[in-house]
């Protein structure tokens, strides 16, 4: 059975630990690699590593880091149908859906290879007679990333590259589930010229996280993942004196008001409720449908184009299908008891999912589109993420009973509104709890050069991820306030005991 390695100080290193995870094809079944599941002193070794190589790298100028990147972007762009190929084989989604997260990841590059601009910081001459005022806007020192399996390549992509752009060196955990793109993306990173060291990746799970989030030399942790480990996550990292920034879980819904361009809300509905598998914290889960009229005429549209979805595995080569397998088996039992939860707490179960058959495929972890109808907020399939193509329409009487639900919801990531009204869709911008927010966009995800991450429980931390607030998160600002001695006058050769005011 092929062993995924680690990658430290730019060698692949086998673990010396005795625990290992399977890696599963979710299509077949099949179990196709295994990860060793790295010990708390290996763990600290790369860490070590990384520290050593920080005084080197945070020297580097911005510019010589950027090239890099650009770099870096270059071969990416070479490799895309490679790790495409790999990310389907290893999760799941079909193969141009692995095209489009590789796609954004390589956004971040793209915005990391300017960074000579984004981290020069601030000057302003005179701020005082003779005085002047510059920052610097300065490296962290070790990093850690801690990703989750849905999104192998972007995810990692939304924290290293502004982190290496900017001077730090980064140690990445990536998600046991499928960590094979993780080792990929750091060969591809020492190919564009990266210093061995700077990047580092080692697998494992809690046991190998514990020690990021404790270890002194660690300075900033980004987690993305589900709530409550984001919660431990940041209580941790926070406690041990480390920036963090820890991304959770999400409940994503849409309004659709009568007004609407049924047509245009419908295919955006379904696109974004059932593409990989809803397996993306971003998937639309819930529709809040305002009047009655709007519910049915909606779910005559859904069923048709539910109807019309073909599911099977994510690489096939006559046809695509719209949406492949769920991650693993335990992923697809947890969603089948949703499905039942919800039946016996009594929504209308319109179209179910779980009875799908695709021959040829009988082991692997499929379950087809699910529609449910007169979901109520006190039902558990409406409260908690599924994380699975289950869609879930409320009915609701009006425009202010559909954006209190949303508002009240714990979850606050990703929230859109389908309306043609452009008061109505104002009003739902500047009045909605969650952080990303689509007027007739079903997936908001904000751009590279944008900041990404929700509001309430879906994020921990007072910073986003990627775009300005990545630029942040990674530095620290210092501000120098200097005057040179031919303007130093007289009097300020005596000590001044009041507090220093501009003159
Ligand atoms: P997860 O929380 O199970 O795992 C994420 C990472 O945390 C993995 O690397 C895993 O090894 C590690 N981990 C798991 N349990 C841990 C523990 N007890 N202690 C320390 N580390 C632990 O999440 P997942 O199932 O891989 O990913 C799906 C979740 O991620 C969903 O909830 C989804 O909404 C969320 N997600 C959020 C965003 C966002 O931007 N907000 C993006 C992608 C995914």
Request: proline share 6%; with cysteine.
């Amino acid at each position: 059975m092929e062993q995924i390695k680690n990658y430290v100080n730019g060698q692949l290193i086998p673990s010396h630990s005795s625990r290992f995870s399977p890696v599963f094809n979710p299509a077949t079944g099949e179990q196709i690699r295994q990860v060793t599941l790295s010990t708390a002193s290996e763990v600290e070794q790369a860490i070590e590593i990384a520290h050593q190589t920080y005084s080197e790298w945070s020297k580097v100028s911005p510019l010589k880091r950027a090239r890099v990147m650009f770099q870096f972007k270059t071969l990416l762009e070479a490799n895309m149908d490679k790790f495409a190929r790999l990310i389907t084989e290893e999760h799941g989604k079909i193969y141009s859906d692995a095209i489009g997260e590789l796609t954004r990841g390589l956004e971040v590059v793209e915005f990391a290879c300017g960074i000579p601009h984004l981290q020069k910081g601030e000057h302003s001459a005179n701020t005082g007679t003779g005085v002047d005022s510059h920052s610097l806007m300065q490296p962290l020192g070790v990093c850690a990333g801690i990703t989750p399996f849905n999104f192998p390549a972007m995810v990692p992509m939304w924290m290293f590259p502004i982190a290496l752009a900017t001077g730090n060196t980064f140690v990445l955990k990536p998600s046991e589930k499928n960590p094979s793109l993780a080792v990929e993306l750091a060969l591809l990173l020492q190919q564009a010229g990266l210093p061995n060291g700077v990047f580092n990746v080692v697998n494992g799970d809690k046991e190998a996280v514990d020690v990021l989030l404790t270890d002194p030399r660690v300075q900033a942790v980004s987690f993305v993942g589900s709530t409550p480990v984001a919660e431990y996550i940041y209580t941790t990292a926070s406690a041990h004196g480390k920036r963090c920034q820890a991304l959770g879980g999400a409940k994503n819904h849409c309004i659709l008001m009568p007004d609407a361009d049924l047509d245009m809300a419908s295919n955006a509905i379904t696109g974004a409720a059932f593409g990989a598998a809803g397996e993306r914290c971003m998937a639309l889960s819930v529709v809040l449908a305002v009047g009655d009229e709007t519910a049915d005429a909606l779910i005559e549209k859904l069923r048709q184009q539910i109807n019309k979805m073909s599911v099977g595995p994510g690489i096939v080569e006559d046809k695509e299908h719209d949406m492949g397998p769920v991650i693993s088996a335990q992923h697809r039992a947890k969603i089948c008891d949703y499905i039942a939860n919800g039946e016996q707490q009594g929504a209308s179960l319109l179209i179910d999912g779980r009875q799908l058959n695709i021959p040829g495929y009988e082991n692997g972890y499929f379950i087809g589109p699910t529609l449910f109808d007169n979901v109520t907020p006190d039902m558990k399939i409406y409260q908690e993420e599924i994380f699975g193509p289950v869609l879930a329409i409320v009915r609701v009487p009006d425009y202010a009973t559909a954006l209190t639900l949303i508002n009240e919801h714990q979850y606050g990531n990703g929230t859109a509104i389908f309306t043609r009204d452009g008061e109505t869709a104002r009003q739902f911008s500047e009045d909605v709890q969650a952080g990303m927010v689509g007027i007739n966009i079903p997936i908001p995800v904000p751009m590279a050069f944008h900041s990404f991450g929700g509001w309430k429980r879906s994020i921990f931390g007072p910073l986003n991820i990627h775009g300005n607030d990545g630029v942040r998160f990674y530095t620290r600002m210092k501000t120098v306030t200097s005057r040179w001695p031919a303007s130093i006058r007289l009097e300020h050769h005596s000590s001044s005991f009041v507090m220093p005011t501009m003159e």
